[in-house]
């Protein structure tokens, strides 16, 4: 009963992006769209982050990180599934094989970013506070400093794959959508799951949760690992949206981008991170013609925010559903 | 062995820049629990007070020679006065707001602050990079192989010198204890009749000229400075400060000598290009196997 339900929303739900998809293909000018597929790749960079460092309440300073290795994997993994099964510029794959090549890689993105979430979070994790967030950021630098004296990876001009007119721009509105909503379900059940819990109390009281017999640093690094995997995939879409990755797209100035998504929309809650990238991705566009006073404004609301309303605009609230549409689930909220 | 003696005399002068600037980031996290991130962007507005100072007064490139020693100190001190000035706006304005709220709110705040004064010495000083004055008339001295420049020796003297007067004020001075004091234990230092605020207020004061001598001494030393250069370089210092351990003033000085031979000897001996990155390697092991900094003590803590 339950399976067949859900396989009934997930196939409207596809419709419906099928839909979207093409109306906006036919009415609506490329920018637009470019701009509503960045709060998409946004709202995954947040939802992500916010696992680790809103829910978890360990604060990570290297998520661009993460996202430069999953950039670079999904390319990689792209560019080679391609050439492996025969694609070139006269063999161009068709639009259904596109996104079936895009989302191969990006399953590519995330094991390996959800690896170096692995290998960065089981040492670090075991640090607090302001030591954890300079350890990662190091670590993404660290990252950050390899791909730019890697020249297989193109080095500091940056990974295109070898071609000139750069990465294939395979990113489109439906498969965006499709993989943001889909990530956003998954750790937004795995939040408010009995592990959820448990990453709740580590952020309340590390010590309390250990002594209730949560396994803590386990769940930090598992936390991470699938915080760092989500980002991964954003970065993946990124690289296909963008066409060319350099380290540089990688830098510090990303991480604090994330960072002011999560706080915006409250720290520790999803769907204040959704709405937190949203306001973020818009802003930057509107702020396209004064792109110098972009970056003042962003510090200025940061201090303002942290001084004002340090807990973000829904704190660790969640907007929900009006009761009216939502369905009846027995006892489970 | 010459490429060793040459990588070493230049790790020395470039840590004891790294030292400088690391100071500062061990006293306000001594007595605030805080990493200013902000302090690398002080140390960068330092270097600029510097470069218009010496334009100011009467510095000309075509006869950088007859710059006279004097003008050089005045550039030095009110490079240090101004960033001074800088880094106690910083304190009153943005983390005394935020004295006793949770650990993370002054940590992202100072992270704002950082971003905002870069773009503000981008829009004031533009992105493009300018020549620092060479306020000093470069010498070579040969030496078995090495090549040593008046102005490392200079550097490297003018930081230890800076440093001891650092160790004097701080053991020596009333206000050096109070400073002690609030690092040991700030609500019973308040008890005691210590004016935190005002001693606080010093300590951002004092690292931030700290920061801006360093500032004047990399301009000499580097000659090209730009809005973001306060970024990477106060990074390296802030991790300098945590392999001595963090809190501690010779540590600061140890870590800051160590970080900058270890990048000197990454860039002779295995490739430039990770010359950024051996620090990060460095600050990632600290942490993980001795998180209290060579000369650290452990904190244990209480539940």
């Known amino acids: 009963m339950v399976w067949t339900y859900r396989t009934a929303v997930s196939i409207a739900l596809i419709a419906l992006l099928f839909g979207i998809n093409w109306a906006l293909d036919q009415y609506v000018i490329d920018y637009i769209v470019r701009i509503i597929m960045q709060c998409g790749i946004n709202a995954i960079l947040a939802v992500g982050l916010n696992l680790i460092n809103g829910t978890t309440g360990q604060f990570s300073l290297g998520h661009a990180g993460f996202m430069a290795v999953g950039a670079y994997a999904t390319a990689f993994a792209v560019i080679h599934l391609e050439s492996w099964l025969g694609f070139n510029a006269s063999n161009i794959p068709a639009p259904w094989m596109q996104g079936l090549l895009l989302s191969v890689g990006l399953l590519f993105g995330a094991l390996f970013a959800g690896l170096a979430g692995l290998l960065v979070g089981a040492p670090s994790l075991r640090l607090r506070g302001d030591y954890l967030a300079i350890v990662t950021l190091g670590f993404a630098e660290i990252i950050r400093l390899i791909f730019t004296n890697t020249e297989a990876l193109g080095g500091a001009t940056g990974y295109s794959g070898g071609r000139p007119l750069g990465l294939p721009v395979y990113t489109n509105f439906f498969w965006v959508f499709l993989w943001a909503i889909f990530l956003i379900t998954l750790i937004g059940n795995f939040t408010f799951s009995s592990y959820g819990r448990a990453l709740r109390a580590i952020r309340e009281d590390e010590i309390a949760t250990e002594a209730l017999g949560i396994n803590t640093t386990r769940m930090k690094v598992l936390a991470s690992v699938i915080s760092a995997a989500a980002v991964g995939v954003a970065g993946g879409l990124f690289a296909h949206l963008m066409g060319t990755i350099r380290p540089d797209d990688f830098k510090m100035d990303r991480s604090v981008a994330m960072i002011v998504m999560i706080l915006v929309g409250g720290l520790g809650s999803v769907s204040g991170a959704i709405i937190g990238a949203i306001f973020v991705g818009v802003t930057l566009e509107a702020m396209r013609d004064i792109q110098q006073y972009r970056l003042l404004a962003y510090s200025l609301l940061l201090i303002g925010l942290m001084i004002a309303r340090p807990q973000g605009l829904l704190g660790s609230r969640e907007l929900r559903l009006p009761a009216f549409l939502r369905r009846k689930r027995g006892g489970a909220a | ?303």
Request: aromatic share 10%; glycine share 10%; net charge positive.
């Open chain 2, 1 to 303: 062995m010459s490429t060793f003696l040459q990588q070493l005399v230049n790790g020395l002068s470039v840590g004891s820049i790294y030292a400088l600037i690391a100071l500062g980031y061990t006293m306000v996290y001594g007595t605030l629990g805080l990493i200013n991130f902000a302090h690398g962007e002080v140390f960068m507005i330092g270097c600029y007070i510097g470069l218009y100072a010496a334009f100011w007064l009467g510095y000309d490139a075509l006869a950088a020679a007859s710059f006279s020693p004097m003008s050089a100190t005045l550039v030095l001190l009110l490079a240090m006065a101004g960033a001074a000035i800088v880094g106690m706006l910083i304190e009153r304005l943005a983390y005394r707001p935020l004295r006793g709220a949770p650990r993370l709110a002054p940590l992202i705040t100072a992270i704002g602050v950082s971003l905002l004064l870069q773009n503000i010495a981008v829009l004031a000083f533009s992105a493009n990079p300018r020549k620092f004055p060479s306020i000093i008339t470069e010498h070579r001295l040969e030496f078995a192989g090495v090549t040593i420049t008046n102005i490392k020796i200079f550097i490297f003297a003018v930081s230890i010198l800076l440093m001891l007067a650092l160790e004097f004020f701080v053991k020596k001075t009333w206000t050096g204890r109070a400073m002690r004091a609030i690092s040991f234990n700030l609500p019973a230092a308040k008890l005691m009749g210590v004016p935190a605020d005002r001693v606080i207020s010093l300590t951002f004061a004092i690292g931030s000229a700290l920061a801006a001598a360093g500032g004047i001494l990399f301009g000499l030393d580097q000659t090209k400075l730009e809005p973001l250069m306060g970024n990477m370089i106060g990074l390296k210092a802030f991790i300098a400060a945590v392999l001595g351990g963090i809190g501690n003033i010779r540590g600061a000085a140890i870590g800051g000598l160590l970080i900058g031979v270890a990048e000197l000897m990454t860039a002779g001996y295995i490739s430039s290009g990770y010359r950024d990155a051996i620090t990060f390697v460095i600050l990632i092991v600290i942490l993980l196997f001795r998180p209290q900094g060579l000369l650290g003590v452990v904190r244990q803590e209480k539940v």
